[in-house]
């Protein structure tokens, strides 16, 4: 039998979704611990009830700290490392100016080797244990993330991303291409281990109708897997689009027409919707991922969280590296909940925790596997220290409950805040013990 280890603090899992049941819907313990064998959760419940259960299990104390699932970044774009806070653009403008030729440098196998290992790293001592990724065009930087998670025991997504126009030379594809280099790699990599392969057309203004429709007959061809691109982000993007696509009742209507909308469908920033997509959007049972730390950096606008989750839409969160302004997933939810308040619907703690972990997992459609703390989840979790500076000790001192206590960690805390991460029961950050 596996070795045991029994993880001792606070825990604090879900047992439902706090949008539909509120705070409610989670469980917290000050006196918790998580059974953990062979990579996965084997039992949860108080320190007390497990330590008797299992006296041979290797016993490691957190003292006060809150163990809960790693956090999973629904929409990330790996290669843009080396560039996020870049100075004073807007989409198109940050696309062309910062992104592509960034993005062409890693057409250097070892380079993009060196970009996604230390992207992962950053990412795991922030607390993140999953990512879904756009790679480049290349399909060398699809093999650099997958192998660089592979070492890491990271469950992780991520797909080739395509564009075959209004991008620069040597950025470009075809739609014959896309469709052989992404259907080669997904062979290569879907399943594989913890790996997911992702389908990934970057937007409508930069693949032709041939080169959605080509990546929409691959979808149709596997339809387990996800499709990942980005929806009305800028209103200077979606008047682009409509002048590209004249026959399309709108933005959406550009995905749909060539088989790229569906219920394994992801799609990013979705900020500026017409009912219609709202409604298209629900009917299909697809999903958004709200990037808000990219939506106030580059100048998008406010996602409407109230309005799509009460619609019964499933949202995930996301930093949007490098057009988010942090690889952290805290500073995320402080901008979530910021956002939240801008548009006069603040985010209770237990709801911005929920879409870091569960609400993303489930986006993904993997909330089978990861972004709880239960029995057969995968051991990927975070011991978070609720007083990691002066300025949060002296605020969770005041606290009355947990959601106090957690608030000031999430809209204050960074890395120092992450006293540990494990994948798959196995320590990655700060370093393995
Ligand atoms: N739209 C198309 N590509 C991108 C990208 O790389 N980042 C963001 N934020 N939006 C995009
Ligand atoms: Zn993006």
């Known amino acids: 039998m596996a070795e ?7 825990t604090l899992h879900f047992e439902a979704d706090p949008f539909a049941a509120g705070p409610s819907a989670a469980r917290h313990d000050s006196a918790g611990a998580i059974l953990v064998a062979g990579g996965r959760i084997r039992a949860l419940g108080s320190a007390a009830s497990l330590r008797a259960a299992h006296p041979r299990a290797r016993v490691v104390d957190h003292g006060q700290a809150l163990l809960t699932a790693g956090f999973v970044d629904a929409h990330v774009h790996y290669p843009q490392t080396r560039i996020i806070a870049s100075w004073g653009k807007r989409l198109i403008d940050w696309l062309n100016s910062y992104t592509f030729p960034e993005e062409m440098r890693l057409a250097d196998p070892a380079y993009a080797r060196a970009v996604a290992e230390d992207y992962l790293d950053l990412v795991l001592a922030q607390g993140t244990t999953t990512v879904c990724s756009y790679a480049t065009i290349h399909p060398g930087s699809v093999d650099a993330i997958f192998e660089a998670a592979e070492a890491r025991g990271m469950r992780v997504l991520a797909g080739k991303t395509c564009m075959d126009r209004n991008a620069p030379e040597g950025l470009r594809d075809t739609a014959q291409s ?36 080509a990546l929409g007959a ?23 689009v409509r002048s590209l696509f004249p026959q399309a009742r709108d933005y959406l209507d550009t995905y749909e027409a060539h088989g790229l909308l569906g219920p394994n469908g992801l799609y990013g920033h979705a900020i500026h919707l017409d009912p219609r997509e709202i409604d298209r959007l629900s009917e299909v049972g697809a999903a958004l991922v709200h990037c808000p730390t990219s939506n106030s950096f580059i100048g998008s606008g406010l996602f409407d969280m109230a309005g799509l989750t009460a619609r019964g839409l499933r949202v995930g969160l996301a930093t949007d590296t490098g057009g988010g302004s942090s690889f952290s997933m805290l500073r995320t939810m402080a901008a979530a909940y910021e956002i939240g308040q801008l548009r006069g619907t603040p985010l209770h703690a237990s709801q911005l ?19 709880n703390l239960a029995p057969g989840m995968e ?13 949060i ?22 890395d120092r805040a992450i006293a540990g991460t494990w994948v798959a029961g196995q320590r990655t950050s700060p370093a393995a013990s």
């Open 178 to 213: 896309a469709y052989d280099d992404s259907k080669a790699l997904l062979d290569r990599w879907h399943g594989c281990g913890r790996a997911s392969y992702v389908i990934t057309p970057r937007f409508s203004p930069t693949s032709t109708p041939e080169q959605l429709s």
């Open 379 to 391: 051991a990927d979790f975070i011991a978070l220290d609720l007083a990691s500076t002066p300025a």
């Open 393 to 414: 000790a002296q605020r969770a001192a005041r606290a009355e409950d947990i959601w106090e206590a957690l608030f000031a960690t999430i809209m204050m805390g960074d």
């Open 218 to 240: 691959l979808w149709a061809e596997h339809p387990d897997c996800l499709m990942q691109t980005h929806l009305s982000e800028q209103l200077d993007e979606i008047t682009w």
């Open 353 to 371: 925790i929920w879409l870091a972990t569960r609400g993303s997992a489930r986006a993904l459609r993997l909330d089978d596997r990861i972004g």
């Open 4 to 10: 045991e280890t029994l993880h001792l603090g606070q």
